[in-house]
Nanobody, 123 residues
Framework: QVQLVESGGGLVQAGDSLRLSCAVSGPTFSAYSVGWFRQPIGKEREFVAGIRWSSGSTFYADSVKGRFTISRDNAKNTVYLQMNSLKPEDTAVYYC????????????????WGRGTQVTVSS
């Protein structure tokens, strides 16, 4: 069972940057794809970015392309989400998810979730 712990959230102003971390542990997580999702208050959870651990391949939601970057550090077993040019509409609880298999199943397939970290962007 893969376990995930998010950190790095906080309160920032519009235009600022923030880096989220997702510490991953468990057996053979190199076979997983890991992604970031977010859930604004009163709205459904939505996909943000994903990475295939073994290859480093990535993909992003249109709303964050060019502003957010997902990466992983093999030595630290950690996935990062670098968020630049933050907007008030980026305000949400950000969750990390791990799914066994390729990026294509990251959104729809079941997986392991972290507990989330709050990101608040003031205008």
């Amino acid at each position: 069972q893969v376990q995930l712990v998010e950190s790095g959230g906080g309160l920032v102003q519009a235009g600022d940057s923030l880096r989220l971390s997702c510490a991953v542990s468990g057996p053979t997580f190199s076979a997983y794809s890991v992604g970031w999702f977010r859930q604004p208050i009163g709205k459904e959870r939505e996909f943000v970015a994903g990475i295939r651990w073994s290859s480093g391949s990535t993909f992003y939601a249109d709303s964050v392309k060019g502003r957010f970057t997902i990466s992983r550090d093999n030595a630290k077993n950690t996935v990062y989400l670098q968020m630049n040019s933050l907007k008030p509409e980026d305000t949400a609880v950000y969750y990390c998810k791990a799914t066994l298999g390729p990026l294509g199943v990251l959104i729809a397939a079941s997986g392991s979730w972290g507990r989330g970290t709050q990101v608040t962007v003031s205008s």
